[in-house]
């Protein structure tokens, strides 16, 4: 829980197994840690070799080999982990979505768009980070990225103008925002924790 009188954002982390698999015949291939992996022209890979979606974009649609399976609301696609959202929650929060913080794409399969499913996808999000954790950015797309141990926090003010934000951590709405909605735990996520603005001190990682 975070403490004090500031503002705090329930944090929608993702606990479901079922992924979705992107179409490998729908993009180029590329060599990840000896393996053969999909590239999309939405992929980014940092200088120390980590891949990931790329940071510096807003909507990504993405080609799955199989829909979305399970009655869970809210899943990831198996490689890059695109989260993906069920179109039942995402219209309670859809009002929040601006395209400069954060977009939303779409789930194609085939020629055919999935229109029950949404992809969400957060532009330079802030870093989520833990007291004793480690957190950094790519420096090429300013994807962030985090080693999440202790208290969860955010530390970049500029969160204190988002009552949406969504990183690689997951999904995050602003607690007033979510109280005024009467918003409820999507399937497939774990039960909301809450998450603060924390001044940098000496605990926080750097970016």
Known sequence: MASGSGPRWLWYACRTSN?????????PTTVFDG?????????????????????SLGTIDIRVARPPKGCEEYQWSCEFQIWILHRGWYSDIADLVDGSTAAIGRVLL???????????????????????GSSKRCPTCGSPYSLLRGRKYFSDRAVLDMPLIVNGSGIFVREDEAIRRNLRTLTGAFKPSLVGLKAAEADRPSD
């Open 35 to 55: 393996r053969p992996y999909p590239w999309p022209d939405w992929a980014c890979k940092a200088p120390d070799g980590g891949m990931h979606p790329d940071g």
């Open 19 to 27: 992924c979705v698999p992107l179409d490998r015949d729908a993009y």
């Open 110 to 132: 085939g020629k055919t768009e999935l229109n029950d499913w949404v992809t969400i996808h957060g532009v330079r999000p802030p870093i989520l980070h833990g007291s004793e």
